[in-house]
């Protein structure tokens, strides 16, 4: 389907892109299917490692942004 949207406002446009059921389903195979690409491109070692990282943040363990950035200046100011 081709759209024309000269003279129509953002509401219609909004509209008539959200009843577009086929175009919504490319959408989410497009998504879908990079998502999974993504991932199964990595190798086992990055995987690993990702959900290592994932499970130690689920406990807590990490340092924060902020943290990260006060650390970061100390260091520089003490260059």
């Keep these: 389907m081709i759209y024309k949207f000269v003279g129509m406002d953002i509401q219609t446009k909004k ?33 690993q490692g990702i959900s290592e990282s994932l499970e130690q943040a689920n406990r807590g363990e990490f340092v924060s942004y902020d943290e990260v950035k006060k650390e970061v200046s100390a260091l520089l100011k003490a260059v």
């Design 15 to 47: 509209i008539e892109l959200a009843n577009d059921i086929g175009l919504i389903n490319q959408i989410r195979s497009l998504f879908k299917s990079k998502e999974e690409n993504s991932w199964d491109k990595l190798p086992e070692s990055v995987k």
